[in-house]
Every structure is written in structure tokens, then in C-alpha cells.
């Protein structure tokens, strides 16, 4: 029942707010997955491929499934035949791997490029700088079977909420500023991904078009 109301709760708000909702379902079970499914979502966010696959395999073909984790590159090739959206590139190399498994499997894989907004240490994500110097550069030129549709951004983990908005407000600027300066085939800005369970209010604020929900949806995670 709670599921039910849940679901029903952030269909309501994709409509309301023009946003696209992603429910992470990394540790649920495909029986859970499934229930969310019928009740009509189509977007789940997976952070390990190893948990993805046998999920892939035993879910609906029409899942748009998506990648919100760290990604090694030996492991792109599971994936590329079917992902929707890789959220957390975080390395040319990554960019370029991604790039030479899409050609393939002969797709144009969508990728949004991760930046580090928070506090907290990381090893993971681009800086505003490198993330500029890396689309302003002809490095990324050769890559025919990638697309830059975005960013995305995970804010710190605090309950200082004018903290987290100007994290948020920060990389809606930068995401703005991409948009206009950089004109390239491979590049085209559509999708920011911001916004978790305890944050996504003020993301939306802020000028997200993606929300990653997972406890929020599901409950509580078990990890076992
Ligand atoms: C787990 C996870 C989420 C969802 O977190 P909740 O707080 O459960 O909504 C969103 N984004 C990423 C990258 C995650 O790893």
C-alpha cells in the first residue's frame, strides 16, 4: 500500500514539476521492482553492474534502466547494450571506453558527466574546472557514439539546507553556462541530474530536471 502511495506521490510530482524521476532500486529485489513497475514507472537507477544485470534479465524489456554509480571501464561492456543513461562519467578515459563499447553494439550512448559539489571527500567526479577544460578541449571531438546530455551532482550530506541549495544553484549555473558556450556535435545539455530522497525538493528549487528517489519510493534499504 505504501508503495502504492509513494509511486503515486512522484508521479505526481514528475507532472507537476516537469522533472523525470528515477526510482534507485539497487539492493531491491526484482519482486519489489516489479510491483513499482506495474504501478507504472519505467526509469530505475542501478549504482553496480553486477547487481543490474540479473536484475535487466528478469524485468521488462522497456525499463529504461539507469547507471548512477562508479563504473569501471573493463565492466561498460554489460551494459552498453541496453542502458539508458550512464549518470556518473567521471574520467576522459571512462568517456572514451564508453565511446568504443556504444560503437559496438552500433548505439549512441547519453552520458552525463559527474561533478564534485560537496564537502565531503571524493574520489569520484569532475571540478567545475577540469569538467570545463575537458568540453572545451578537442579531446572528446572524436567520439561519434557518445552523447553530453548533462550533469549530475550529489550535494553534502548535511542538514544545512542553504548549504545544499547553493550546491545545487552552483551547478545549475555551470550547467547553464556548458548549455551556451559549448557547440559541438556530441554535446547538447538537456539533462541535470540532481536530487536525492532527503534533497530533492530543493533541487527542483534549484533547476533540476532529474531526480534520483530511492528510499523515499521503496523504504528503507537492507543491504545484505
Ligand atoms: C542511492 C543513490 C540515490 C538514492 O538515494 P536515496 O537517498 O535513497 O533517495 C541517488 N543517487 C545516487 C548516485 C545513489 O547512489
Known amino acids: 500500500m505504501e508503495l502504492k502511495e509513494n509511486v503515486s506521490f512522484f508521479q505526481k510530482t514528475a507532472v507537476e514539476k516537469k522533472c523525470t524521476v528515477v526510482a534507485v532500486s539497487k539492493t531491491q529485489s526484482p519482486e519489489v521492482i516489479r510491483q513499482v513497475y506495474d504501478l507504472g514507472i519505467r526509469d530505475f537507477g542501478e549504482n553496480k553492474v553486477q547487481e543490474l544485470i540479473p536484475k535487466k534479465e528478469n524485468l521488462p524489456s522497456d525499463i529504461r534502466w539507469h547507471f548512477i554509480g562508479h563504473l569501471q571501464s573493463n565492466k561498460i561492456k554489460y551494459i552498453a547494450p541496453f542502458i539508458h543513461l550512464i549518470h ?43 569538467a570545463l577544460k575537458l568540453l572545451e578541449s578537442n579531446e572528446t571531438d572524436a567520439f561519434k557514439s ?79
Open 146 to 224: 557518445i552523447k553530453i546530455n548533462g550533469l549530475m551532482g550529489m550535494a553534502s550530506f548535511t542538514e544545512n539546507k542553504e548549504k545544499v541549495r547553493s550546491e545545487f544553484s552552483g551547478l545549475k549555473s555551470f550547467f547553464e553556462q556548458i548549455r551556451q558556450k559549448i557547440k559541438k556535435e556530441n554535446v547538447e545539455m538537456k539533462v541535470l541530474s540532481m536530487g536525492m530522497s532527503g534533497d530533492y525538493q530543493i533541487a527542483l528549487e534549484e533547476g533540476s530536471t532529474l531526480i534520483r528517489v530511492g528510499t523515499s519510493i521503496f523504504g528503507e534499504r537492507h543491504y545484505h
Open 88 to 130: 556518473s562519467v567521471d574520467s576522459l578515459k571512462l568517456l572514451k571506453e564508453i565511446n568504443k563499447e556504444a560503437a559496438k553494439n552500433d548505439r549512441i550512448l547519453s552520458c552525463l558527466l559527474q561533478i564534485h559539489i560537496a564537502i565531503e571527500e571524493s574520489k569520484f567526479g569532475f571540478s567545475f574546472e577540469e
